[in-house]
């Protein structure tokens, strides 16, 4: 393959596109440390001077954030388990064993990520009331999992296809059950698809907001999302404190995506040929 005859202008177009991703970040990081009085100024400041913390000191103080924060973590945490002890037997199903109607079910997990999660909010409501599950970290981690589990069976169906049967073959033969074959063999290969899907799992869980404030009435079990919305009131809203809590919020999911980023590249992108 010939190197593009103008590599500057990628690199050009890339650094651009960019830019205009990360300015958001920027802007909300920005108004963090902008002074409250500042804010709002009619011409905005691309640099706070002078910085501040103020914003972070009344974020860090407000007694709701802690709860919120351990809420989140253990919904997330639960989503990216309960996708995973899912998605994983069905793509391997759909991966390996010849059935009819494979193929269809592979589209209907493509048809399912098409919906929006407000249409499915008011249906799971009414199956979580009648089943008790409102209000409780088992009724948040299911409804999050109706939209990680058709993305995490698709990620992983090339994945598994690229593992050679002959393994999965010779495993059967010495003795080892299907079960010990799936944990013992298939898994420990598959890990960079496996993290991929648990990282964009978690990402998903830890962003959801609809069903937070749909499916939960009170502060208990209510993730960090919801947190963010109580900063806009009816006259108003506390920007500063709102983009430092939003910042403080994001940092997880950085840490997340930096320490596996290789894993992660490395598992979307595992059985593409496929």
């Known amino acids: 393959m010939k190197p593009p005859r103008r590599p500057w202008l990628l690199t050009t177009t890339a650094v651009v596109v960019t830019a205009v991703f990360l300015l958001p970040v920027y802007w909300m990081v920005k108004t963090g440390l902008t002074e409250p009085d500042r804010i709002q100024a009619p011409s905005p400041q691309w640099v706070p001077a002078p910085l501040t913390t ?3 000191r009344a974020a860090l103080g407000y007694e709701e954030l802690p709860r919120a924060l351990v809420n989140s973590v253990v919904i997330s945490c639960g989503v990216v388990a309960l996708t ?14 010849r059935m009819r109607g494979s193929g269809t079910m592979v589209l209907a997990l493509l048809v399912a990520q098409l919906p929006p999660a407000i249409v499915l909010a008011a249906p799971l409501f009414i199956l979580e009331r009648r089943a008790g599950l409102d209000d409780t970290y088992l009724g948040l981690i299911a409804a999050d999992t109706t939209l990680t589990l058709p993305f995490t069976v698709i990620v992983l169906r090339p994945v598994l296809r690229g593992v050679p049967p002959e393994l999965e ?26 993290v991929a899907a648990a990282g964009l799992s978690f990402l998903l869980g830890w962003g959801e907001f609809l069903f937070g404030l749909t499916l939960a009435q009170g502060p208990d079990v209510q993730p960090v999302t919801v947190l963010l919305n109580a900063f806009i009131g009816q006259h108003g809203a506390a920007w500063g404190t709102l983009m430092a809590t939003a910042t403080l919020v994001t940092l997880p999911v950085v840490c997340v995506f ?3 980023q ?3 590249v490395g598992g979307l992108t595992a059985g593409s040929g496929r």
């Open 54 to 56: 103020e914003n972070y």
């Open 84 to 97: 995973l002890l899912l998605g994983v037997p069905l793509a391997y199903a759909l991966a390996r064993v």
């Open 169 to 194: 073959e010779a495993a059967l033969v010495d003795g080892c059950g299907l079960p010990g074959v799936l944990l013992r063999v298939v898994l420990p290969l598959m890990v960079p698809g496996l």
């Open 258 to 260: 930096a320490l596996f």
């Open 262 to 264: 290789r894993f992660i």
